[in-house]
Each structure stands twice: as C-alpha cells, then as structure tokens.
C-alpha cells in the first residue's frame, strides 16, 4: 500500500471512530443502547434515500448529460455488440445447436460498459491527497479536518479535509462533496464521490439506478438491466460491471449491511454481495434484522 493510500484509508478510519464514538456517548446517554443504535441506522437510512433523489433532480440530470460524450459512447457500443454477436454465433457453430451459447449484449448493456470505462479512464480522478493549490507541490501534509464554509455546505459537503505545503506553507482544503452537480465540476475524490458522480450520470442516461452503501466503507452503483431483467452491480472505481463478490472473495471484506437505494425504494442487497450469508449475519449486530425490513418497507 503507497503512503497516499494509507492515509486515505486513515483518514477513513478517523471518520469511522468518530461516529462509533459519537453512537457510543448516546448509547450512554439513553442508558440501554438499541434506541440508540436504531436512532443511527435510521438517520443513515434516510441520509441514502436523499442521495437518490437527489438523482432525479431534472436541471442535475441535464447538466449530467452535457458531460456525456453520449454520441461516441453509442458508436463503440456498437461494435462491441457487433463482437459479441460474433462471438455468440461462433459459440453456436461450433457447439452445432442454433439455441445454445450466451446471448450477445443489449445496446443498452454495451454503453453502460462503454460509459464505464470512459468514467474511470478519462473522466474522473482519485484524489488520496489534493496537491497544493498554491504552488502545485503534491507532497503536502494532512493537518486534519474543517468545518465547511457556506458556499461549501451549499453542495452538501459534510467536511473539509486540510492539507499544509510544505515548500510555501499554504494550506489546501479538500472538500468531501457529495452534491453530484458539483462533482461533475471538480471530477475528483474517492469512492463516495465517484459513486455520487457515476449513478448521476447514468441516471441522465435513461438507466434506472440505485446508490449502494456498504456499512463497511465503500459505495457502488447497481443498473437495472433491461435485456437481462436483474440489477448489474457497476463499481466505478474499478470499471467493474457485474461482479458483486468483488468485495467479499477478492478483497476480503467482512461485509455487513449493503443497502441500494432507487427513486422508488430502499432494499437490503446483501445477500447478493456476499458468499456465506449464514456467516455474514453474524456481523449484522447494529439492529434487529426484522426493525431493518419493516423500517425498509417503509421507506
């Protein structure tokens, strides 16, 4: 792990003390402990249900879609399902039966794969550390965090990471936006920026999205896929589409909660993102799992 990985991760771990912490002083409070805990599962719950409706703010989607070079992501989607129209009739010939063989991709599927790719190599950029804004030294120093200012707040960020130089000692904020609007502007940041980014953008492309939080710090995007009637995963981050044992088999994570959140639900997707479900319930300690699919339901 490079030191600027290290550090991000730090920063979120920082991030993640400070709510155990803050849940820990009102389970204390209240004297028992599970209000509390439900109290804080609920407030993240709704704080996902604003971030995908905020996805069908119509101004938001058409400033999306002026960023798309919607026209050339069409014309390579194209030829990739020329490829695996190809590829599907090669399959077929040999194996001599004219129903075998995996179907070739929807129009539809190719430019979200296209979409994807354009987004993680062209687009957008992983920021562990902003470089200096004065000087342009990337080696600053991470100071700690700061409270938003007004301007800043307007396009929801939460909190300002500061960063001091030091070649000419001017410090860099580094604002963790989540106002999707604003993040095709500064087309930076880390897994929940881009996220953020990427689910707005396909939204303004005619997909049905929802916004995925793992309890465990990451946040993806799931696309409803028409061909194939079933929600594709889409990690941003990665330029991964359809591969949601990513997180559990290839990097290990002990998974909680994942939630997706749509325009017209809220829905526990667990299951789908990890191996040993049996196994995983056992981590599932911060509420009572039928509090979850009645709170759930009513959202």
């Not at 960020?157 to 989540?178: H, I, K, M, S």
């Not at 049905?208 to 990690?235: A, G, I, M, P």
Request: proline share 3%; aromatic share 8%; net charge negative.
């Amino acid at each position: 792990m490079d030191p600027d990985e290290a550090l991000a991760r730090a920063l979120q771990e920082e991030e993640d003390r400070a709510a155990a912490a803050a849940l820990l002083a009102a389970e204390r409070q209240d004297g028992g402990g599970e209000h509390a805990r439900r109290v804080a599962f609920g407030a993240r719950l709704e704080s996902g249900v604003r971030t995908a409706l905020a996805f069908e703010d119509p101004a938001a989607r058409a400033h999306a879609l002026s960023v798309v070079p919607v026209d050339r992501l069409e014309a390579e989607a194209a030829a990739l399902v020329a490829e695996s129209e190809a590829a599907a009739n090669a399959h077929d010939a040999e194996d001599g039966d004219d129903t075998a063989g995996a179907k070739p991709l929807s129009l539809e599927d190719a430019v979200l794969l296209r979409a994807l790719r354009w987004f993680k190599r062209e687009f957008f950029t992983w920021c562990d550390k902003p470089a200096c804004k004065t000087c342009g030294f990337k080696d600053v120093r991470h100071e700690g965090t700061g409270e938003p200012t007004a301007e800043e707040r307007a396009h929801d960020a939460g909190r300002v990471e500061t960063y001091r130089c030091p070649l000419c000692q001017a410090v860099t904020r580094f604002p963790r936006y989540n106002d999707a609007r604003k993040l095709l502007e500064t087309r930076t940041g880390r897994c929940g920026e881009w996220a953020n980014a990427f689910t707005l953008i396909c939204r303004a492309m005619g997909y049905d999205v929802r916004w995925c939080l793992d309890w465990t710090d990451h946040v993806w995007t799931e696309v409803w896929s028409v061909s194939q009637n079933r929600w594709l995963h889409c990690d941003s981050c990665e330029d991964v589409c359809d591969k949601p044992l990513l997180y559990d088999k290839g990097w290990g994570k002990r998974l909680t909660y994942v939630v997706a959140f749509g325009k017209d639900e809220a829905v526990d997707v667990t299951r789908r993102y990890v191996a040993d479900y049996a196994r995983c319930l056992g981590r599932r300690t911060e509420c009572h799992e039928e509090w979850l699919a009645a709170t759930l339901g009513a959202l």
